[in-house]
């Protein structure tokens, strides 16, 4: 027999546990290994391997379960507090921004009248109308910003106490 | 979608404590395993454990229920423990998994048992012990995720995050490793 029949052999031995062959492949396979010891003991020594690998197993720490569960309870609690301020800050935000869209031409009159009268380029006070759109945004994000910083810190803090 | 990944999905978008706590027991032992598995330090895959569980209640919202619930777990224990080795200005977890590539991902002490071996457990023969520890980690993983856990290759590919052919590759040649190992040879 020859090297290349083993090889075909050994390779479908493996394949099979790993993605499965198929009716035909498993026919010469089954014909092969009534043939070959070699290659029936190599079945053997993969079906050990994977029967050792399955025979593993891992003690578990003692209350592992309920601990996670305490810490997991205790985030939802945080979380839905946190929710109705989050909720406050996004409904800000877009009676901020309706307000802006609605006041922008008399805000952009108001701007342009500055501007005039105090003599500033037109580009400053465009950048300056700009930014007062952008207000909104900046206040919703540093506030956010916060929120996830100090969430980061009761995190750490949190993970040393436990 | 299986009802069960549904009913997982639509308690994780409302946050339902008691939904999570049953989640918590049921997959306790296979989190845990895979972690162990990954890390190789009982401590450090408690820690991990409790870390997964806060970012499923935290990113619940985005499992859909198109996929098995454990691969999505595991999938985000992976994500940390790769985050926590980044942060640690590690290599990542293949480059330090891959046995082409560098040392296998337990950090053993030379004059005691290697962390896999503790955290495995002592009343374990010590024969598949020794080989397990033989075999590289990135190969480990996927022979837990296949044979242990018997996730389909493409729930594993999902898990890590790499092509099926990747994981098929993985799986080869982590049987081969592990035959080598348990008959004497090297990894």
């Given at each position: 027999?020859?090297?290349?029949?083993?090889?075909?052999?050994?390779?479908?031995?493996?394949?099979?546990?790993?993605?499965?062959?198929?009716?035909?492949?498993?026919?010469?396979?089954?014909?092969?290994?009534?043939?070959?010891?070699r290659c029936a003991e190599q079945v053997r020594t993969t079906e050990?391997?994977?029967?050792?690998?399955?025979?593993?197993?891992?003690?578990?720490?003692?209350?592992?379960?309920?601990?996670?569960?305490?810490?997991?309870?205790?985030?939802?609690?945080?979380?839905?507090?946190?929710?109705?301020?989050?909720?406050?800050?996004?409904?800000?935000?877009?009676?901020?921004?309706?307000?802006?869209?609605?006041?922008?031409?008399?805000?952009?009159?108001?701007?342009?009248?500055?501007?005039?009268?105090?003599?500033?380029?037109?580009?400053?006070?465009?950048?300056?109308?700009?930014?007062?759109?952008?207000?909104?945004?900046?206040?919703?994000?540093?506030?956010?910003?916060?929120?996830?910083?100090?969430?980061?810190?009761?995190?750490?803090?949190?993970?040393?106490?436990? | 979608?299986?009802?069960?990944?549904?009913?997982?999905?639509?308690?994780?978008?409302?946050?339902?404590?008691?939904?999570?706590?049953?989640?918590?027991?049921?997959?306790?032992?296979?989190?845990?395993?895979?972690?162990?598995?990954?890390?190789?330090?009982?401590?450090?895959?408690?820690?991990f454990f409790q870390e997964t569980w806060i970012r499923v209640l935290?990113?619940?919202?985005?499992?859909?229920?198109?996929?098995?619930?454990?691969?999505?777990?595991?999938?985000?224990?992976?994500?940390?423990?790769?985050?926590?080795?980044?942060?640690?200005?590690?290599?990542?977890?293949?480059?330090?998994?891959?046995?082409e590539d560098g040392a296998p991902m337990e950090i053993a002490d030379?004059?005691?048992?290697?962390?896999?071996?503790?955290?495995?457990?002592?009343?374990?023969?010590?024969?598949?012990?020794?080989?397990?520890?033989?075999?590289?980690?990135?190969?480990?993983?996927?022979?837990?995720?296949?044979?242990?856990?018997?996730?389909?290759?493409?729930?594993?590919?999902?898990?890590?995050?790499?092509?099926?052919?990747?994981?098929?590759?993985?799986?080869?040649?982590?049987?081969?490793?592990?035959?080598?190992?348990?008959?004497?040879?090297?990894?």
């Amino acid at each position: 027999m020859s090297e290349g029949v083993h090889a075909r052999a050994g390779h479908l031995i493996a394949q099979e546990r790993v993605e499965g062959i198929s009716p035909a492949e498993r026919h010469w396979l089954d014909q092969h290994l009534q043939e070959c010891e070699r290659c029936a003991e190599q079945v053997r020594t993969t079906e050990e391997a994977v029967g050792a690998l399955r025979a593993v197993s891992v003690p578990l720490p003692r209350s592992l379960a309920s601990r996670a569960q305490m810490r997991v309870r205790l985030r939802v609690q945080e979380l839905s507090e946190r929710e109705p301020q989050r909720r406050a800050l996004w409904l800000a935000c877009g009676i901020s921004w309706t307000l802006g869209i609605a006041s922008a031409p008399y805000v952009w009159r108001a701007f342009e009248w500055i501007g005039h009268r105090t003599g500033v380029p037109k580009l400053i006070w465009e950048m300056g109308f700009g930014l007062w759109w952008t207000i909104p945004a900046l206040v919703a994000a540093v506030v956010l910003l916060l929120e996830n910083a100090r969430q980061t810190d009761e995190g750490e803090w949190f993970k040393e106490l436990s | 979608m299986s009802d069960d990944a549904k009913t997982v999905a639509r308690g994780l978008q409302k946050r339902d404590p008691e939904l999570l706590d049953r989640l918590i027991e049921q997959y306790q032992y296979r989190l845990f395993r895979y972690l162990v598995y990954l890390t190789a330090s009982r401590e450090r895959a408690e820690d991990f454990f409790q870390e997964t569980w806060i970012r499923v209640l935290e990113r619940g919202h985005q499992y859909d229920g198109k996929s098995k619930f454990e691969a999505w777990l595991f999938a985000i224990a992976r994500h940390l423990v790769i985050d926590w080795q980044r942060q640690k200005k590690m290599q990542s977890l293949d480059a330090l998994t891959d046995p082409e590539d560098g040392a296998p991902m337990e950090i053993a002490d030379e004059e005691g048992p290697s962390p896999l071996r503790l955290a495995l457990g002592r009343e374990q023969k010590a024969k598949v012990q020794a080989s397990l520890e033989q075999v590289p980690a990135i190969y480990r993983e996927v022979l837990l995720l296949r044979f242990q856990e018997e996730l389909k290759l493409e729930e594993i590919a999902k898990v890590l995050e790499t092509p099926i052919s990747t994981v098929k590759s993985r799986l080869y040649r982590g049987l081969e490793s592990l035959k080598g190992v348990l008959q004497g040879g090297a990894a």
